[in-house]
């Protein structure tokens, strides 16, 4: 079984629509859990933490649920430059210098 | 906003050869990272090095690579004798305490003819 599963998409939405991402992770131990976005050929970039009680930043809202080992993403009112990957990245042990573990990603394209 | 700066941007090499990758983590940070994403694949994590020494490594991180922080600014990773398989982005990662954010350089693409 995958460390973290996500769906490849692509998911083809229009602008203003509401998408929604998810993720599951193998290891119960697994202690951080980030969203991470990554514009073709570059670098994978920290969109924002997730925590259990869900945190919400602008148009973008991340849950966790431990007990299902799941993990999504919702963004709302979608805008073109939204169009890239998003990364699942967990980590396997607490504190923050440890490595990461990522998802293969789910591709979003949002048109006109 | 301090960044991550890796060198080169770009590298191609023949089967056999050995090339270094180079990164300028984030001055005040202390821990650093290697990952490399294989074109349409995951990032996968490569290696975690910390007070001059390696912390973690994956099963990729074979005898072939190897890690040095030269300098007081400088980590690089050393691929020996690269094989087709090592043609991937390579990206350096740093971080300290108390964050969590591990901030990515823009990375090097690799070539192995």
């Known amino acids: 079984r995958k460390e973290v599963e996500q769906d490849p998409g692509p998911f083809n939405v229009p602008e203003g629509a509401t998408v929604a991402f998810n993720c599951t992770y193998s290891?119960?131990?697994?202690?951080?859990f980030f969203w991470y976005r990554q514009d073709c050929r570059k670098e994978p970039k920290l969109l924002m933490s997730v925590y259990s009680s869900g945190n919400e930043d602008g148009r973008f809202t991340a849950q966790l649920n431990r007990a299902s080992q799941y993990i999504s993403l919702l963004i709302r009112d979608s805008k073109l430059s939204d169009s890239a990957t998003y990364l699942c990245?967990?980590?396997?042990?607490?504190?923050?210098?440890?490595?990461?573990?990522f998802g293969a990603g789910t591709r979003l394209a949002v048109h006109p | 906003e301090p960044e991550v700066t890796q060198t080169p941007s770009h590298q191609v090499t023949q089967m056999g050869q050995e090339v270094i990758l180079r990164c300028v983590p984030i001055?005040?940070?202390?821990?650093f990272y290697w990952y490399r994403q294989i074109l349409g694949q995951k990032v996968e994590f490569l290696v975690s090095?910390?007070?001059?020494?390696?912390?973690?490594k994956s099963e990729i991180f074979d005898d072939q690579f190897s890690v040095e922080r030269p300098d007081g600014s400088n980590f690089t990773l050393k691929i020996r004798s690269t094989k087709l398989e090592d043609s991937a982005m390579y990206f350096c990662?740093?971080?300290?305490?108390?964050?969590?954010?591990?901030?990515f350089g823009p990375g090097t693409r690799l070539l192995v003819l």
């Open positions: 990245v967990v980590t396997p042990f607490s504190g923050g210098y440890n490595k990461l573990i």
């Open positions: 290891n119960s131990a697994s202690q951080s």
């Open positions: 990662a740093s971080t300290t305490p108390p964050g969590e954010t591990q901030y």
């Open positions: 001055s005040n940070h202390l821990y």
């Open positions: 090095f910390y007070n001059n020494e390696i912390s973690e």
